[in-house]
Each structure stands twice: as C-alpha cells, then as structure tokens.
T-cell receptor, first 115, second 115 residues
C-alpha cells in the first residue's frame, strides 16, 4: 500500500528566507506522480507543484522547487524568498501512474512565516 | 473558467438528520472525487467517479454514506442519518481523465458540523 509521510508537523521561516519541507513515500510502483498542495486558512486546496517519477529533472514553479530522490523515495519542497502569503498547511501527495488516480496524502506541515 | 464549485460552504445539523453536499466539477473534466478531511485521519478519499460511474467507493465509511453523479456536471454526497463523528470538511475534486498524470483540482470544501 502507498503511504506518504511528512515528519515535520510544523515549520517556521523568516520572511525572505528559504525553507524546505520534507516528504517521503512508500510504493512498489515505478511509475507515479507526486504533488505538493497548499491549504491556506481559507481551506482551499491549491496545487503548488507536481513531479512525474519518470523525469529526473526536478520540477520548479517560480519560488517553489522540489528535490526528488527516487531511490530514496523522497520528495521535498523548497520555498525560496518566503512571503507572508506562503503561510499555510502544505500537503505532499502521491498518485499511482496506472489505474485510478487516487491521491494519497501525508498528514501535512504547517508553515509559519515570520515577518 | 470557474473552478470546482461546492455547496453549501458550511452546514450545521443535528444528529439523525439527512445531509446533502453538492459539487459541480470543472467543465470538461471526466473524473470526480470526494474527500473527507479530519484532524484524526487527515485527507482521505471517499469515492471516485469516472464518466459518471462510481469506480472505487472503498473509502465510504459505512452505509449511511451514499454518492451519486447523475450527469457530468453534478454530484451529491449524502449522509443519512448523520452522526457527530461525521463532522469534517468534505472536498470535491475533479480531473480531466482520472489518470495518475492528471492534476486534481479541488473545490473550496464544505465544513459539516453535526451536533
């Protein structure tokens, strides 16, 4: 069974600094997809970034980038130049590459941005 | 383009009452997902539709829960009778084809409180 683990329940970062959120997963599949979703106080789940397991290149979206280590089954999110609006819960999620694209979520990391 | 629409945003009801949550997926999306978010269990998939057909309902907690998708633009999640332990935020999400490669887009959620 697929499991997603986020070992940091809470993290904080100074505004304009960089922070890295950790995520590990367990799967026997070779083809899959990984996602980071952001959930601000509004509750809306917002896609931040996605990574295809078959791609070696790490995904990047503006200030957000990932460090994808397939052999280690690790998928961390780096937020550069942190902004107050980045404060939210961040969820790592896994989707199998075949069959239904159910999302398996981690327990989340609450990020606080300190002005 | 409108995103996933859910109604109501908040629902407060008394134990034993019937509750109906509604979802309108993104136009053109063929797959629809219902998730539940609680502090204890995090985000978990309840049921998944593809082309209006339920594909996987193994996450539906018990017979009190039922979901329908009568057409491509509307789905309901019904709880009858409701219990206090059903209190949670219920999310609807949609994706293009329901494949692992497809990104799921979430609605704003319905916060359900059962007294």
């Amino acid at each position: 069974a697929q499991t997603v683990t986020q070992s940091q329940p809470e993290m904080s970062v100074q505004e304009a600094e960089t922070v890295t959120l950790s995520c590990t997963y367990d799967t026997s599949e070779s083809d899959y997809y990984l996602f980071w979703y952001k959930q601000p106080p509004s509750r809306q789940m917002i896609l931040v970034i996605r990574q295809e397991a078959y791609k070696q290149q790490n995904a990047t979206e503006n200030r957000f980038s990932v460090n994808f280590q397939k052999a280690a089954k690790s998928f961390s999110l780096k937020i550069s130049d942190s902004q107050l609006g980045d404060a939210a819960m961040y969820f790592c999620a896994y989707s199998p590459g075949t069959g239904a694209n159910n999302l398996f979520f981690g327990t989340g990391t609450r990020l606080t941005v300190i002005p | 383009d409108a995103g996933v629409i859910q109604s109501p945003r908040h629902e407060v009801t008394e134990m034993g009452q019937e509750v109906t949550l509604r979802c309108k997926p993104i136009s053109g999306h063929n797959s629809l997902f219902w998730y539940r978010q609680t502090m204890m269990r995090g985000l978990e998939l309840l049921i998944y539709f593809n082309n209006n057909v339920p594909i996987d309902d193994s996450g539906m907690p018990e017979d009190r829960f039922s979901a329908k998708m009568p057409n491509a633009s509307f789905s309901t999640l019904k709880i009858q009778p409701s219990e206090p332990r059903d209190s949670a935020v219920y999310f609807c999400a949609s994706s293009l084809f329901g494949r692992g490669t497809d990104t799921q887009y979430f609605g704003p959620g319905t916060r359900l409180t059962v007294l």
